[in-house]
């Protein structure tokens, strides 16, 4: 089992925001287990006391302004911490994957941008895990089975409308004509603060979110190799947009496999 662990950055309601990004990871079932310890190892660096309490929100962490941020009141530090959960992902398994979709809101007036950013991950997700089942098949492997696979959001306003998609989408595939059977649930809403691995999608889509926001590629250089990645192509982070010649990592390995 494969458990896909989603979280938004940015606003579909902000007119000051071009772009929404819905990002996060894809984690084998057996792997959750050492991203909450690696987490809680950081946590107990900022509070040995309270290690329990300490919530990384990205966002929040780079803002000072709750706490235990406003204590520390050097940026340099808060970007060193946000810095550091990145390159916990960046360390972890190879079976670990993460994703991205990053919508430029102003090219799809017509559209939710959330739902349609969660509607192509849940395809790409899906997607990935018949590779994985396909490459299993030619090395051969013993015993091989197809996994299945869970998606977990951060609780918000979108749960029914996203809970609503999850299961049209198991019924009737996707606009694109994907079908999607490999789900094997709805989805399902948690509290961050309760999440290590919500925690860590929170600091994903934050990357994304301020590359493509704000020209601010320090955060998304350190994930980049995490993201799935077939011959050279970008497949698990993609960037919707009706512009020409993008020059993002996400538009140029498409554009280079054309």
């Known amino acids: 089992m494969y458990i896909f662990y989603l979280d938004d ?7 000051q925001e071009q772009h929404l990004v819905l990002g996060g990871i894809s984690v ?7 991203f909450t310890q690696e987490l809680d190892k950081l946590a107990a660096k900022i509070d040995s006391a309270n290690p329990q309490d300490i919530e990384f929100h990205a966002s929040e962490i780079f803002a000072g302004r709750k706490y235990p941020w406003d204590r520390i009141k050097d940026r340099k ?31 799809y007036p017509q559209h939710d941008a959330m739902e349609l950013a969660f509607e192509d991950l849940c395809s790409r997700f899906c ?29 918000s306003s ?9 299961n049209d989408l ?6 694109w004509g994907n079908e999607i059977r490999d789900l094997a ?43 799935d990645n077939q011959q050279g192509v970008l497949h698990g982070l993609v960037h ?14 498409r554009q280079k496999s054309n």
């Open 9 to 15: 950055s940015g606003s579909t309601e902000n007119p």
């Open 28 to 34: 084998y079932e057996r792997h959750t287990y050492w």
């Open 77 to 107: 530090e808060r970007i060193d911490i946000i810095k550091e959960v990145l390159y916990i992902t960046n360390k972890s398994y190879d079976h670990n994957i993460a994703f991205a979709c990053v919508v430029h809101k102003n090219s």
């Open 127 to 155: 997607l990935h895990l018949g590779h994985k089942y396909e490459k299993s098949k030619t090395k051969g492997t013993k015993n091989i089975e197809k996994h299945k696979g869970i998606i977990v959001l951060d609780e």
């Open 158 to 166: 979108y749960e029914k409308s996203l809970q609503k998609i999850g």
């Open 170 to 175: 198991r019924c009737s595939g996707t606009r």
């Open 185 to 227: 649930e709805v989805p399902l809403f948690a509290n961050s603060k309760t999440s290590r691995l919500i925690q860590i999608a929170d600091h994903i889509a934050y990357a994304v979110f301020r590359r493509y926001e704000a020209s601010d590629t320090q955060y998304l250089d350190i994930i980049l190799p995490k993201f």
């Open 240 to 253: 919707k947009t009706t512009a020409k010649g993008c020059l993002c990592p996400a538009c140029m390995s």
